[in-house]
T-cell receptor
Framework: DTGVSQDPRHKITKRGQNVTFRCDPISEHNRLYWYRQTLGQGPEFLTYFQNEAQLEKSRLLSDRFSAERPKGSFSTLEIQRTEQGDSAMYLC????????????FGEGSRLTVL | AQSVTQLDSHVSVSEGTPVLLRCNYSSSYSPSLFWYVQHPNKGLQLLLKYTSAATLVKGINGFEAEFKKSETSFHLTKPSAHMSDAAEYFCVVEDNAGNMLTFGGGTRLMVKP
């Protein structure tokens, strides 16, 4: 158990619908990251938070994507007007301290857009 | 900018034989390098980490990796494969601010009985 939980584990939706994923790290994890992994590929960085502040966003994060971490604890990743190309595994990872602690990954939320 | 290339997308070995998973990286500074393992329907797990200390790094489950700056390589090895080692392995480089990990494309390790 890495202490990082994600919900839901699987989501099937129709194109054009909005979806939201949630990540719950343990309280000591002040850095939180979102990654996207498509089939047969390595995870790609989307964004990260230091406490509640979103400090960096990848160009992969189009304007249909928004991430929040309102109280510096759990985080949500919302995708609006989903497209079939959004089908992927969305991974959350978290670490304690600053930038050097071990990164712990959740088991991911798999999105299928029909 | 940083990048990682895993030279083999699939590696197949027999149980009890050595494992070699190859990784080359590109970085404009002294990088931190990692190997992660991903079993089906499981989260990514850290195998080992290099952060400019000893160039030979030992990890969990008998894996080790050697950092070779002159070759910009960080290959993962294990003397004797076990059936439970079958999984996807990712070589990862971290930027020097610790803000972002860049993953390689992955190597799927298959272990034959």
């Amino acid at each position: 158990d890495t202490g990082v939980s994600q919900d839901p584990r699987h989501k099937i939706t129709k194109r054009g619908q909005n979806v939201t994923f949630r990540c719950d790290p343990i309280s000591e994890h002040n850095r939180l990251y979102w990654y996207r992994q498509t089939l047969g590929q390595g995870p790609e960085f989307l964004t990260y938070f230091q406490n509640e502040a979103q400090l960096e966003k990848s160009r992969l994060l189009s304007d249909r994507f928004s991430a929040e971490r309102p109280k510096g604890s759990f985080s949500t990743l919302e995708i609006q007007r989903t497209e079939q190309g959004d089908s992927a595994m969305y991974l959350c990872a978290a670490r304690m301290g600053g930038s050097t602690g071990e990164l712990f990954f959740g088991e991911g939320s798999r999105l299928t857009v029909l | 900018a940083q990048s990682v290339t895993q030279l083999d997308s699939h590696v197949s070995v027999s149980e009890g034989t050595p494992v070699l998973l190859r990784c080359n990286y590109s970085s404009s500074y002294s990088p931190s390098l990692f190997w992660y393992v991903q079993h089906p329907n499981k989260g990514l797990q850290l195998l080992l980490k290099y952060t400019s200390a000893a160039t030979l790094v030992k990890g969990i489950n008998g894996f080790e990796a050697e950092f070779k700056k002159s070759e910009t390589s960080f290959h993962l090895t294990k003397p004797s494969a076990h059936m439970s080692d079958a999984a996807e392995y990712f070589c990862v480089v971290e930027d020097n601010a610790g803000n972002m990990l860049t993953f390689g494309g992955g190597t799927r390790l298959m272990v034959k009985p």
